[in-house]
């Protein structure tokens, strides 16, 4: 039998009396500040366009407030939470790991820093039908935990093409650095990937008290939608050739990457990475060499 979820956002007193049930409390290392406003909530999900049948990946479910906004729109949502007192939270309230539309994975959802969790990576393949040659894709929608954020925004943008499109909440200086324009502080690997693979923009700003507990820092939400046509179609040497200039961001260019080496036209060795474009670093990661 189809089950059926309730489209009542949840409020603090709801989020308070959830963990109190359940002998939890918020966990300040993970990152965990639940989002409150019950309008950007939905505001995040009408961005993201989801609705019957797309399957969409959740990293943080928390107390589960967006996974039942998602799976009242018909999404088929795979989420995944590191909090084990969270997890079996969730499985009494939404049903067993795998009940219908909900697919709960335990434990991080990344394996070093860029590559995704075994058993994540092998249920999206198979929800997805990727693993059978198919492949519909999936779109990330989540209150990203900070510390995530930035790791499996760049691991999902640069090996995995059957991400669709990223609606996230994340801080407000991890949307900047998603948003940068070279010559800047917060230009560098994050961005230049992001732009390179998708279409960047900034869906709203929050500030700390939409969360519970309140963050030191405002936060935002971004909509990343992946392009056609990438601007490379090599992101993960991009990704590799970034992480290697950017690195060593104060230095020349000819002193991280030796004087040696050919350099297309345009990058002169004494430039710093930070001078350079995206089309300019896509450009300068073809070099052998380089990566």
Not at 2 to 27: K, M, N, W
Not at 51 to 63: I, K, N
Not at 80 to 92: T, V, W
Request: aromatic letters at 4%.
């Amino acid at each position: 039998m189809a089950r059926t979820y309730c489209v009542d956002v949840q409020t603090l007193a709801d989020i308070r009396a959830i963990l109190a049930e359940h002998g939890l409390s918020p966990r300040k290392a993970l990152g965990q500040n639940f989002l409150l406003d019950h309008n950007l909530i939905r505001k995040l999900v009408d961005a993201a366009g989801v609705g019957a049948g797309d399957v969409v990946l959740e990293v943080g479910p928390g107390t589960g407030t967006l996974t039942e906004e998602l799976l009242s729109r018909g999404c088929r949502v795979i989420a995944c939470e590191l909090d084990h007192g969270l997890a079996r939270m969730l499985r009494a309230r939404l049903g067993s790991p795998t009940a219908g539309s909900f697919t709960l994975i335990e434990g991080d959802c990344l394996e070093g820093k860029h590559a995704l969790n075994e058993e994540l990576a092998r249920t999206l393949r198979e929800m997805t039908g990727e693993a059978a040659g198919a492949g519909r894709g999936f779109k990330l929608v989540a209150n990203l935990p900070y510390g995530a954020a930035s790791p499996l925004m760049t691991t999902l943008l640069a090996s995995w093409a059957s991400c669709r499109s990223m609606h996230v909440t994340i801080q407000r200086e991890v949307a900047d650095r998603l948003l940068a324009k070279p010559g800047t502080e917060e230009y560098g690997t994050l961005g230049i990937i992001a732009q390179a693979a998708a279409e960047v923009s900034l869906v709203a700003t929050l500030p700390p008290e939409c969360f519970w507990p309140r963050p030191d820092v405002t936060s935002a939400m971004v909509s990343i939608v992946r392009r056609a046509v990438a601007l490379t179609d090599d992101l993960p040497r991009l990704a590799a050739c970034c992480q290697k200039v950017f690195g060593q961001r104060r230095k020349q260019i000819g002193t991280v990457l030796g004087r040696g080496l050919a350099l297309p036209a345009g990058i002169g060795a004494s430039q710093r990475a930070e001078e350079l474009n995206v089309e300019q670093l896509i450009e300068l990661s073809r070099v052998e060499g380089v990566v």
